[in-house]
């Protein structure tokens, strides 16, 4: 007596083979939604307007002989800045960009120490790849760089 189609292995291991393959793409594609990376900003057009603009702010903080550099000791980050011909230390704006991921992107309003020393205290350690932008209130200057967290000694931001 012959087994009903059903019953047997050959059809059931020839329409499991698609079903994985089906299977497999719709969680492929979840997987992919749920984690996009943005590596392209929305308003490239007035980024691209504005590199003139920085350009300019970053040869002013050159003329004035603007410096920083950055150190670690646990949460905080320490940012001391050369202040050039600048006749006082100014309260900063800085814009901590993270290289891929968008949401951990902060900007904060940090007063300088007697000594120049300006400290950014966080609730956890700076992990990663970060674009780093220090500027005062009124945008005249711009002090810029890349940097990889944790750093092990004071890193020179570099225009």
Same mark, same amino acid.
């Given at each position: 007596?012959?087994?009903?189609?059903? %019953?047997?292995?050959?059809?059931?291991?020839? &329409?499991?083979?698609?079903?994985?393959? $089906? +299977?497999? !793409?719709?969680?492929?594609?979840?997987?992919?939604?749920?984690?996009?990376?943005?590596?392209?900003?929305?308003?490239?057009?007035?980024?691209?307007?504005?590199?003139?603009?920085?350009?300019?702010?970053?040869?002013?903080? %050159?003329?004035?002989?603007?410096?920083?550099? &950055?150190?670690?000791?646990?949460?905080? $980050? +320490?940012? !001391?800045?050369?202040?050039?011909?600048?006749?006082?230390?100014?309260?900063?704006?800085?814009?901590?960009?993270?290289?891929?991921?968008?949401?951990?992107?902060?900007?904060?309003?940090?007063?300088?120490?007697?000594?120049?020393?300006?400290?950014?205290?966080?609730?956890?350690?700076?992990?990663?790849?970060?674009?780093?932008?220090?500027?005062?209130?009124?945008?005249?200057?711009?002090?810029?760089?890349?940097?990889?967290?944790?750093?092990?000694?004071?890193?020179?931001?570099?225009?």
């Amino acid at each position: 007596m012959v087994k009903p189609w059903y %019953k047997q292995f050959w059809p059931w291991f020839l &329409i499991a083979l698609p079903a994985t393959v $089906v +299977i497999w !793409t719709i969680m492929t594609v979840i997987v992919f939604t749920e984690n996009s990376v943005d590596l392209v900003t929305e308003d490239y057009y007035k980024k691209g307007k504005g590199i003139n603009v920085d350009i300019s702010k970053v040869n002013i903080a %050159k003329e004035l002989g603007l410096s920083a550099s &950055i150190n670690e000791k646990g949460n905080s $980050v +320490i940012i !001391t800045l050369d202040k050039g011909k600048l006749d006082h230390f100014p309260a900063i704006n800085a814009m901590f960009v993270h290289r891929t991921l968008p949401d951990r992107d902060f900007t904060q309003l940090l007063t300088a120490d007697a000594s120049g020393n300006y400290t950014l205290t966080l609730d956890h350690e700076m992990q990663g790849p970060w674009f780093i932008e220090l500027s005062p209130h009124n945008s005249e200057w711009l002090v810029q760089g890349r940097m990889n967290f944790p750093i092990e000694t004071s890193t020179q931001l570099t225009n």
